[in-house]
């Protein structure tokens, strides 16, 4: 299954609602999840199971969509949100990303 | 939880290489684990899965034949074996709990190590 994020990479400001949408090839139901990684570190889970917010996660962050188009939204963009997302397919392996988005400061 | 990977390096294509896992912090058997490497242009590709008890084991196309995952329980350490090292194998690898024990329903990854680089190359 093929996923593929949309921008590749945006500039925003502090305080913009920021939206990255996630499209898969074929139907996944909800089996989808989300990933914010910074620089030099691993990706951390955010977002499980298209909507569910990960323990710790601030409520800024929210995810949404099933079958084929997701999205993930910040609400209100925060310094320490500048990184890369990537979403992920958990519906059948082999288990496949899409290709990031990188969101910098404007 | 803490995951600390090790065995990485730089060889040469054709090469072989055996990546750790030291696993703590949680009952290590009662999860299935994951390898996924990231690539130096930072795209993200899942390597290969085993579930609790290693009957399930799951393998990218790219590595199947190449690659083989393991895990010892009594020392909470994953492993991978990698064989016939490409130039294309070059990447981080990482790896990852899984918050389910079984293949059934795998693919949440809810845990990452700060991975372990591969470079091959001549």
């Known amino acids: 299954i093929q996923m593929t994020q949309s921008p590749s990479s945006l500039s925003a400001s502090v305080g913009d609602r920021v939206t990255i949408t996630c499209r898969a090839s074929q139907t996944i139901g909800n089996y989808l999840n989300w990933f914010q990684q910074k620089p030099g570190k691993a990706p951390k889970l955010l977002i499980n199971t298209s909507s569910s917010l990960q323990s710790g996660v601030p409520s800024r962050f929210s995810g949404s969509g099933s079958g084929t188009d997701f999205t993930l939204t910040i609400s209100s963009l925060h310094p320490e949100d500048f990184a890369t997302y990537y979403c992920q397919q958990s519906y059948s392996s082999p288990l496949t990303f899409g290709g990031g988005t990188k969101v910098e400061i404007k | 939880v803490q995951l600390v990977e090790s065995g990485g390096g730089l060889v040469q294509p054709g090469g072989s290489l055996r990546l750790s896992c030291a696993a703590s912090g949680f009952t290590f058997y009662d999860y299935a684990m994951h390898w996924v490497r990231q690539f130096p242009g930072k795209g993200l590709e899942w390597v290969s899965g085993?579930?609790?008890?290693?009957?399930?084991?799951d393998y990218a196309d790219s590595v199947r034949g190449r690659f083989t995952v393991s895990r010892d329980n009594a020392k909470s350490s994953l492993y991978l074996q990698m064989n016939n090292l490409r130039p294309e194998d070059t990447a981080l690898y990482f790896c990852?709990?899984?918050?389910?024990?079984?293949?059934?329903?795998?693919?949440?990854?809810?845990?990452w190590g700060q991975g372990t680089l591969v470079t091959v190359s001549s």
């Open positions: 990852v709990k899984d918050p389910t024990p079984d293949s059934s329903a795998w693919g949440d990854f809810d845990y």
């Open positions: 085993i579930n609790w008890n290693s009957v399930n084991i």
